[in-house]
């Protein structure tokens, strides 16, 4: 899957400026990418329960068909909620062009949702690992797709996913002359950008035309 790197102007992240003047002092790398994207932002995405839904249809598919394949569930459950998937029949689903796998994942998800198992309004209180650790429970929902989620719904500021191939193929390339780099030495090199790693990872996205598959 090809990470949706959103864009736009007025984005609602009071911590944008902050973060990004602390990483152009700390990173003349950051510096020159930050300085060839003027007026660019990341955008927050929308209703929890929709983007999540949207990561776990989008995964290992192209972003035009994971936009294909959302068009036709959305056109179809006519409200993207966890009540009416949960009520989906599974032919129904599959046959928007999901596999039966997916499928059940968007079924778990509602479930999930509906016991309260998943409860948005108790995020704010709860670090990144904690709400990591409530997404991973659901079926289809792994590590990278909840950093995903951290960093572009609930924007959280620090977050650097060393599982995105994006982000390692950036690192490579930008500081390490483009020989791979370990999950390690992208921590280590990404350690100068606390506590604004989100915004240090998503102007690393930006930085790579077209973003790689697979992040």
């Known amino acids: 899957m090809s990470t949706e790197v959103s864009l736009g102007i007025a984005a609602p992240m009071p911590y944008w400026e902050e973060a990004v003047s602390h990483l152009c002092r700390q990173d003349p790398v950051l510096k020159d990418i930050v300085a060839r994207l003027p007026g660019e932002r990341m955008t927050l995405r929308g209703d929890p329960f929709v983007a999540l839904s949207r990561a776990i249809v989008g995964q290992q598919l192209s972003v035009r068909a994971a936009q294909t394949i959302w068009g036709r569930l959305d056109k179809v459950a006519k409200s993207i909620a966890p009540l009416r998937i949960s009520r989906m029949r599974m032919s129904t689903l599959t046959g928007v062009g999901l596999s039966q796998r997916k499928a059940e994942y968007l079924r778990d998800l509602a479930v999930h949702f509906l016991k309260g198992e998943i409860v948005p309004d108790r995020w704010p209180l709860m670090d990144d690992e904690a709400v990591i650790e409530e997404l991973v429970e659901v079926r289809g929902i792994g590590r990278w797709t909840a950093e995903m989620f951290l ?32 999950r390690d030495q992208a921590r280590e090199i990404g350690e100068r950008w606390q506590p604004w790693r989100t915004v240090a990872s998503w102007y690393l996205w930006r930085s790579l035309d077209p973003v790689p598959m697979g992040s």
């Open 151 to 182: 960093i572009f719904n609930l924007m959280r500021p620090d977050i650097l996913p060393l599982d995105d191939v994006g982000v390692l193929t950036a690192i490579a390339r930008h500081y390490n002359g483009g020989v791979r780099v370990t």
